[in-house]
């Protein structure tokens, strides 16, 4: 294959940069401006959510274990949610922990091995 000499890219390129949608500048490719779609669809869910546990606010009786509470739909949701977000978070950070522990654990056995230390 012959050298190709070295033309110029053509007129309005991007050089590796992609317009973005909300404000037509140059962002780095890959990179965006605005709102990321995560945070709109939390954001929908959180007013959603939020309308679903206000709509709920007649009287329930909540009977768990050993004690009963009277209260209203709305709190016992309420409570639910924050439960289950505490608890999904506490998850997240019991496998991320422990993921950096193996990653800790084979870096050391790596340089170990690297080292001529037989581990057997």
Do not use: C
């Not at 949610?81 to 056995?109: F, N, P």
């Amino acid at each position: 294959m012959a050298d190709q000499p070295h033309t110029p890219p053509s007129q309005g390129t991007t050089y590796g940069r992609q317009k973005s949608k909300w404000n037509k500048s140059m962002t780095p490719q890959g990179g965006h401006d605005g709102p990321s779609p995560r945070i709109i669809v939390a954001a929908i869910a959180a007013v959603v959510l939020l309308i679903f546990i206000l709509r709920n606010g007649h009287a329930t009786t909540i009977n768990f274990l050993f004690f009963s509470w009277d209260t209203t739909v709305r709190w016992s949701l309420f409570i639910a949610v924050l439960l289950g977000v505490g608890l999904d978070r506490l998850i997240v950070w019991g496998l991320a922990r422990h993921k950096s522990h193996e990653a800790q654990a084979d870096a050391t056995d790596a340089a170990g091995d690297s080292n001529g230390n037989d581990h057997s």
